[in-house]
């Protein structure tokens, strides 16, 4: 039973195409993330939800955009693909926000924008 | 800028030696430290954490220290075993999780 679970697993897809990557999260945490990782293997956070509520929204472009149903789904729409958007995308969630509890991984979704 | 550096991007331990992988900071707010273990085409693993109260956590073969003065910390495995062989993150706490950019340890049996 997976607690962190992100699909689809690898998308691969045109330049201008919009798509979403959902996560689903049964740990009854509270606080959900969405990670990047680059080509250099640098993770960094793009969103923070906690509670359905948006808490930290890096510098990431307008195309990205959270979105929260509930405190277990945190999906991630993008629009408008670009070939740099090519990176593997981590959900995570942690059961309070960023404290002294840790955070929870999907397997992550490799994304190839072609 | 990166806050959370770790400066070697892979090591080599035969099997049954000691592993050391390092990690330094920036922000001296961190309270919260923790390592992260991750093999190809999964999601980053939680392994251990150090709250900044201590410098020394143990947990079976893993062990971290923190030297707060130095921003530093470390992550002990022994004996390393070929299973350890991942790529292993630090990462500190403050408004967020600040990541490493990772070491790739190999153990060779």
């Known amino acids: 039973d997976t607690a962190v679970s992100q699909t689809p697993k690898y998308l691969v897809t045109q330049m201008g195409n919009d798509k979403s990557i959902k996560c689903e999260q049964n740990l009854g945490h509270d606080t959900m993330y969405w990670y990047k990782q680059d080509s250099k293997k640098f993770l960094k956070i793009m969103f923070s939800y906690n509670n359905k509520e948006l808490i930290i929204n890096e510098t990431v472009p307008n195309r990205f955009s959270p979105k929260s149903p509930d405190k277990a789904h945190l999906n991630l729409h993008i629009n408008s693909l670009e070939l740099g958007d090519s990176a593997v995308y981590f959900c995570?969630?942690?059961?309070?926000?960023?404290?002294?509890?840790?955070?929870?991984f999907g397997q992550g979704t490799r994304l190839t924008v072609v | 800028d990166q806050q959370v550096k770790q400066n070697s991007p892979s090591l080599s331990v035969q099997e049954g030696r000691i592993s050391i992988l390092n990690c330094d900071y920036t922000?001296?707010?961190?309270?919260?430290f923790l390592w992260y273990k991750k093999y190809p085409a999964e999601g980053p693993t939680f392994l251990i954490s150090i709250s900044s109260i201590k410098d020394k956590n143990e947990d079976g073969r893993f062990t971290v220290f923190l030297n707060k003065s130095a921003k530093h910390l470390s992550l002990h495995i022994v004996p390393s075993q070929p299973g350890d062989s991942a790529v292993y993150f630090c990462a500190a706490s403050g408004n967020q999780f600040y990541f490493g950019t990772g070491t790739s340890l190999t153990v060779i049996p």
């Open positions: 995570a969630s942690s059961p309070v926000g960023v404290g002294v509890a840790e955070a929870f």
């Open positions: 922000n001296s707010m961190f309270d919260y």
